[in-house]
């Protein structure tokens, strides 16, 4: 039918699953059909080598839109944090698409304690929920260029606080 759809006073959805919104065409090509979106909480987890930190704080949020999603989180450590070897962020809701360099998503953010701040990056591999936190030079990335050296349990200090975003299929 020609025309357009107005819904005065309740919810549009369909009667069946599998169905979704076709954007952009005038047929149903599956490319350009939302079938998909959801918005909710996520508890992320902080590791040290294989030792799971006790967090003050473990927040996120996502939004995921077809195969896309973007997470947000914030982590808060009072006091030292234990085990030894790299950083590692993980318990993302989705698993990360695995095809390739299209499936490693960068992700960015900060970590700030009480003498100072410095801004670490990482990546989350295709085919994982976790992020290995990187960093770059002696100033722990706050200039410089390129991402050499895991961030590791002796680069933290006690109570300390980290935000990160990243966005992934």
């Keep these: 039918q020609a025309g357009e759809a107005i819904v005065q006073t ?3 959805y ?5 169905k979704g919104i076709v954007l952009g065409a005038t047929t149903n090509v599956a490319a350009n059909t939302l079938d ?3 918005e909710a909480n996520w508890t992320p987890k902080i590791f040290v ?5 006790n967090l003050s704080r473990a927040d996120g949020t996502y939004v995921k839109v077809g195969d896309f999603v973007h997470c947000a989180m914030a982590i ?3 006091g030292n944090i234990s085990g030894t070897g790299a950083v590692t962020i993980t318990n993302f809701p989705f698993t990360a698409f695995a095809g390739g360099a299209s499936g490693n998503a960068r992700a960015a953010g900060s970590i700030a304690y009480t003498s100072g701040t410095f801004m670490p990056a990482g990546i989350l591999m295709g ?3 976790n992020i290995a936190a990187m960093y770059g030079n002696s100033t ?3 200039t410089g260029s390129a991402f050499t050296s895991s961030l590791q349990h002796g680069d933290l200090p006690a109570n300390w606080n980290m935000h990160f975003s990243v966005s992934y299929r």
């Design 140 to 142: 722990k990335g706050t």
């Design 49 to 53: 080598g294989t030792t799971e930190q």
């Design 127 to 129: 085919s994982n929920t």
């Design 36 to 38: 998909d979106y959801e």
């Design 14 to 18: 369909f009667a069946t699953a599998g």
């Design 76 to 78: 808060i450590v009072n």
């Design 10 to 12: 309740g919810d549009l």
